[in-house]
């Protein structure tokens, strides 16, 4: 990779040929309680936050999608929490859409939305704020099988009360006004030149990663298998509440890390620190993250 180029709110590098742009949607602050990490209790996740430089039990979430340009073709990879959010009062997220166009990238001109998964952080933003298309002229690739499992009428009436339940509704209010542009991608298969879909379930039934290749060259992006190194990479057996199969994520988790470290293939995350740009390191029976400066 070549040619960085930080800013306040973007960083442009190239992957080959192709031009790689993590675009920052902001953070959000919050406590840590009971039940945010399923197997730990809440003295050792505090520690653990003390330790990273986030004191009191609170704990700074970060969103940062990815622009791709390639082959002519400008591309999203998820969107953030949406713009209706950066216009509430004291909002600290949803500015990717001004973020963008702050590099001179206006919603018209995305092509091609990807979305590693439905939970709200990664395709709220497909709306604008009176609820029409945020991306007019993009098509929206989503996993094959992220989408039969939150159109799917059963699993709906399934699901539990309280935070699936809220993902089915949010999941329909976001894709119900979009559906005729949404196409589906299997694993394995390009999404974009250059740009192919991975295989990560466990956080959802259907968690999607992406590797960009151009040349020589390649980077990784990793979504959420990965949130914030805090938890995933310096504490990888712990399960977040929000995981939907928190074993099965944590078995991806592992192989995934395994491999990148053994490949020594950088990474592009959603949730580390911006830019979210890293190499995977084994480090005992965890992990650490080396920047990329």
Known sequence: MTDAKPAQNH??????????????????????????????????VHKALADYGMPNG????????????????????????????????GATFGFLIPNLAAIGIEPKDIDTVIISHFHGDH?????????????????????????????????????????MQDLFKNNRRVFTPIKDRVTTHAWGKEVAPGVTAYATPG????????????GKETVFLIQDVTNHPVFSIRHPAWHLGFDQDPVKAEETRRKTLDMLAAERLPIQAFHFPFPGRAYIEKAGDAYREVPIA
């Open 123 to 163: 395709v709220n933003g497909l709306l604008a704020p009176d609820g029409s298309p945020a991306f007019p002229n993009a098509e929206v690739t989503v996993p094959e099988n992220e989408w039969a499992f939150w159109m799917d009428d059963g699993e709906m009436a399934r699901a539990s009360p309280g935070r």
């Open 203 to 214: 956080h959802s039934i259907g968690h999607t990663s992406y590797v960009i290749a151009s």
């Open 58 to 89: 609170n704990f700074t979430t970060v969103f940062t999608p990815t622009v791709i340009r390639t082959a002519g073709k400008t591309c999203l990879v998820d969107t953030g929490m949406g713009l209706a959010a950066a216009q509430q009062p």
């Open 11 to 44: 960083f442009a590098y190239k992957v080959g040929d192709i031009e790689v742009i993590a675009v920052a949607d902001g953070t959000r602050t919050a406590p840590v309680g009971e039940g945010f990490v399923l197997n730990a209790p809440v003295e050792a």
